[in-house]
């Protein structure tokens, strides 16, 4: 075996010390009349009062010595920081004057940075500036977020039409509130335009009509704090509606287009049809619109036809006039989803899960019968490719200057990306790709293409190997072929990249049978020289399981840093309540009732991992998981916890009784039920994490680390703290039960994508400290956990 990483001399010396009882504040009146709900952590949910302030700062003092003190801390952060050391690189998208990518090279800078560069094929992946054996070649910086700010990121982005114009959404302190910042591009040196447009949340960039005026996502009442320092609101946000901005003006004197009390409007996307002719006056355009009830896939859509460019700028009030009096109905009454993918001459094309078909298809409208629809009717549409056994996950168009334009499909067959390529006229299937450039257990996360260009791109990414980036190209016959863009594993002196032992990793995929028989997919991953036969090994179970979003394999320096350094096991379930089977999937573990399904498919890939494949123990065990997956972990930390060692709860929704009260929770109902409904409520109780704490002495409790963040307007922090407050008060001091502690990070917010890498770093570090300090090590296949209480990890 290899060498310990912490030895048992160097445990007994841990600073773990005895976790000190949290007042218990004074019980609030609560608002439910038919059933008596104990709250007396009801001030914690205010993040800005002094009990919080002092509360958070308790819980900090008493965690971070403990974490950061601890003998091994040093040398997983030289691990982690080893895994994390490679270039991060979004798909190229082809613009007028370029190439555009985002890039974040290995070890230098927090953030990443936008970057045009007009020779992709030598420039990929160096750094701004950089060169390559003395070739001249190299990308342009185009916007750096540290200009803005310490702790500002890149959200999203767009381009206008005709890319002289780029705009980016910028978070500040991981907010989910946005600015839209608009740089101009056409002198070819980027130059920012006018002040940004702020109050703007989930904003998936600007949809630009011209190279002068967009329509964006915003507040309709702006009394919310917008900006970090400014507090997370005790309430609910307001609704959101579509606004009209033209560059040069102020924000406050942008209208409202489209505002509608209890729906959220999605990213209307400009539809252009490809006329065979330079003519952009001919060239026909269309506004694709979509809102949602809650969190659920499911909308209603409508196309609405633009004036012809000759006409010149649209004034707000015709545009507001046209939206309103113009729908022409994709679909009606939130029974599926309907997204659009592109144009070409004679038609547009879209992926529905509308009419039963919830696995997805593609449809196509002609625009002969786009016209002769009436308007607020249902327009009529073709189904160009059937819906399959496998989930349609995204479609994109791929053109070509011969005129045929291609299909790129990817569906995910049994939690697996897999791609099909077929002609965009037809619907014909194409030949598959030869080759294995995609692994069987990866995701594909995203493509990049044009409806007039014959390139397009592909990210991907597995649990065994950082992501990289594919470039595929379509010739005039309609073949198909893929390479990897670049070299992006060995580039000059100035690239860092993980190197990683060859074939040092090993992914599996299994299927385990939940409590009803059905059978749920697995990954199971670890070093290829684990000895899987003789000994039992520490297992992190991860899941998600919640609002129709799959869990698929992702690449994670804190999972890597896990398997290779510390000789543990990762395990992604893919349990229902996720988007892994299309909708009946989600469906099954969807609402107050249903909910448990998802908890149970977790407690049973627990048990699959322990007695079937026994590759574990109860002992060994730790679960992780985070948003909907910290609430998972939770639930089934209080309802099974012999079946857990420890627990990573991250960011999670925790007392279901007042979730729908703060920030956007009122969207959840779709997902976990409706508290002010009784009925509804009875059955949430049973579930949620805040009242399912068990009593003190009960039972005995694994170790849990809880963490939040202070600019977390998604989830307030107020879940986790009260949950941890609760969990501290009912815990047995002296080590009959395990430690509950918790972290509260600053400057950071919901999403993993808007931390810098330090903080990345830093919270991967903390949870690999406090799994190596709470769970044992390997055991002989024959020893009980019993047997080694105490022992750590190897």
Same mark, same amino acid.
């Given at each position: ?258 505002? $509608? ?498 903080? $990345? ?34």
């Amino acid at each position: 075996m290899a060498a310990p990483l912490i030895s048992p001399s160097q445990a007994s010396a841990l600073p773990w010390g005895e976790t000190p009882l949290p007042k218990n504040y004074p019980d609030r009146p609560n608002p439910f009349k038919t059933i008596g709900i104990p709250d007396p952590w009801r001030v914690l949910e205010d993040y800005g009062s002094k009990v919080t302030k002092r509360f958070v700062a308790e819980q900090n003092a008493l965690t971070a010595p403990r974490l950061q003190q601890h003998p091994s801390r040093a040398r997983l952060e030289t691990a982690v920081s080893r895994s994390q050391a490679y270039r991060k690189i979004s798909c190229p998208q082809l613009q007028a004057d370029g190439y555009y990518y985002w890039l974040h090279w290995g070890e230098e800078g927090e953030r990443g940075v936008m970057v045009r560069s007009r020779n992709v094929a030598e420039d990929f992946g160096k750094a701004p500036g950089s060169s390559h054996h003395k070739l001249t070649a190299r990308p342009q910086l185009v916007f750096d977020p540290a200009q803005e700010g310490q702790h500002t990121s890149l959200y999203d982005h767009s381009f206008s039409p005709c890319g002289t114009r780029w705009c980016a959404v910028l978070q500040d302190g991981g907010s989910d509130w946005q600015r839209l910042h608009t740089i101009d591009m056409s002198s070819g040196q980027p130059e920012s335009i006018g002040q940004d447009v702020e109050h703007s949340k989930f904003t998936f960039g600007a949809t630009f009509l011209s190279e002068d005026e967009f329509l964006y996502k915003r507040a309709l009442q702006t009394d919310c704090p917008s900006r970090p320092g400014e507090g997370v609101p005790a309430k609910p946000d307001g609704d959101f509606g579509l606004f009209y901005h033209h560059l040069g003006n102020e924000a406050r004197a942008d209208s409202v287009i489209l505002g $509608i009390s209890g729906r959220i409007v999605g990213k209307p996307v400009l539809c252009q049809s490809l006329m065979n002719t330079n003519d952009r006056a001919r060239r026909r355009q269309w506004l694709f619109v979509d809102w949602y009830a809650n969190t659920n896939p499911e909308t209603e859509s409508f196309l609405i036809e633009l004036p012809s460019e000759k006409k010149g700028h649209l004034k707000a009030a015709s545009l507001a006039t046209i939206v309103e009096t113009g729908k022409r109905w994709l679909s009606r009454g939130f029974l599926g989803l309907t997204t659009y993918i592109g144009s070409s001459d004679t038609c547009h094309i879209f992926l529905s899960t509308c009419d039963g078909h919830t696995k997805g298809r593609i449809v196509s409208v002609d625009f002969d019968a786009l016209d002769a629809t009436a308007l607020d009717s249902q327009i009529p549409y073709h189904e160009l490719i059937p819906s399959t056994e496998d989930t349609l996950q995204s479609a994109n168009l791929v053109g070509s200057h011969a005129g045929s334009q291609v299909l790129v499909l990817v569906y995910l067959q049994h939690a697996s990306s897999v791609l099909a390529f077929h002609d965009a006229r037809t619907g014909t299937r194409l030949a598959d790709l030869p080759g294995n450039l995609i692994p069987a257990c990866a995701d594909i996360s995203q493509i990049s293409s044009r409806a007039d260009a014959d390139d397009f791109y592909i990210a991907i990414q597995s649990l065994t190997a950082p992501p990289q980036v594919l470039i595929g190209k379509m010739d005039q016959e309609q073949h198909i072929t893929l390479a990897t863009l670049a070299d992006q594993t060995s580039f000059a002196d100035d690239y860092v990249h993980v190197q990683l032992p060859e074939e040092a990793l090993v992914c599996t995929k299994h299927f385990y049978k939940s409590f009803d028989g059905i059978q749920i997919p697995l990954f199971l991953c670890h070093r290829t020289d684990l000895d899987l036969q003789t000994y039992r090994h520490p297992t992190l179970l991860h899941a998600y399981g919640g609002f129709a979003q799959p869990l698929l394999p992702f690449y994670d320096p804190l999972f890597v840093t896990w398997m290779l350094e510390c000789r543990g096991i990762v395990s992604l379930a893919c349990i229902r309540g996720g988007g892994e089977y299309g909708k009946a999937w989600h469906e099954a573990a969807r609402g107050p009732g249903r909910r448990p399904t998802s908890y149970k498919d977790l407690l049973y890939a627990a048990k699959f991992l322990q007695e079937e494949l026994s590759v574990t123990t109860p002992a060994l065990t730790a679960s992780y998981g985070s948003s909907n997956g910290g609430t998972l972990v939770a639930t089934t930390m209080n309802s099974s916890p012999e079946l857990f060692g420890a627990v990573l709860c991250d960011v999670g929704v925790h007392d279901i009784s007042r979730f729908h009260l703060f920030t956007m929770g009122r969207l959840w109902k779709g997902e976990y039920g409706d508290p002010d409904v009784p009925a509804d409520l009875e059955l949430m109780l049973e579930w949620s994490p805040l009242h399912t704490v068990p009593k003190q002495g009960t039972v005995r409790q694994p170790a849990v680390l809880i963490t939040t963040a202070d600019h977390d307007v998604r989830v307030i922090a107020g879940h986790s703290l009260k949950l941890l407050a609760e969990l501290q008060s009912n815990r047995r001091l002296g080590g009959e039960d395990g430690l509950a502690l918790g972290r509260i990070y600053t400057n950071t917010g919901h999403e993993s994508g808007a931390k810098s890498r330090h903080q $990345i770093m830093e919270e991967a570090v903390d949870r690999l400290v406090f799994l190596v300090s709470s769970l044992p090590g390997p055991l002989p296949a024959a020893a009980t956990a019993s047997a080694v209480k105490g022992c750590v990890i190897c």
